[in-house]
């Protein structure tokens, strides 16, 4: 019969110890993986409940965008020409939340951290034929591209998931 020593049992023990720890934090890891992207789609959910809500609450913001449908904005870019000044600043403030909006969701899903909705890749798209719709009525953005950024990110996720349809 074999008698095992006091430091075996111990190494066994301490190895098994070590196992079982090995155990628990990879659940701990999976659970802590599940609950960020909880938040992340929580957080996503939120922005877009604040722009949604910054329009439906704000008479200026929705007069401005009925005005824009009602003309058939951005397939007819004259109705933006329209719009006064100060709705254009408006309108300008709403679009550069909305775009930020977008590129962070589209940015979340090229690293891995958000699984794909080809939601967002038309909303991007329906952003950007709305920029272009501003720049072809001679509105300018200061020599700059507002929209550089998020057509990098849309052409990142179509090479990761394919062209939304």
Do not use: C
């Amino acid at each position: 019969m074999n008698k095992y020593s006091l430091r075996e049992i111990a190494e066994l023990v301490g190895i098994f110890s070590i196992v079982a720890g090995l155990i628990l934090v990879a659940y701990e890891v999976r659970q802590n993986s599940q609950l960020m992207r909880a938040q992340i789609f929580n957080d996503r959910s939120s922005q877009g409940i604040e722009v949604f809500l910054a329009v439906a609450e704000n008479r200026e913001l929705s007069e401005i965008d009925a005005k824009l449908r009602k003309a058939g904005f951005p397939g007819d870019p004259t109705a933006y020409s329209e719009l006064s000044d100060i709705q254009k600043r408006q309108h300008a403030w709403f679009l550069r939340a909305e775009r930020f909006r977008l590129e962070n969701i589209l940015y979340q899903q090229v690293i891995g951290v958000m699984e794909y909705d080809d939601g967002h890749l038309g909303g991007a798209y329906n952003l950007l034929r709305v920029y272009e719709a501003i720049e072809s009525d001679g509105a300018p953005f200061g020599g700059h591209s507002p929209t550089r950024r998020l057509k990098r990110l849309i052409s990142e996720v179509e090479e990761m998931y394919g062209p939304s349809d």
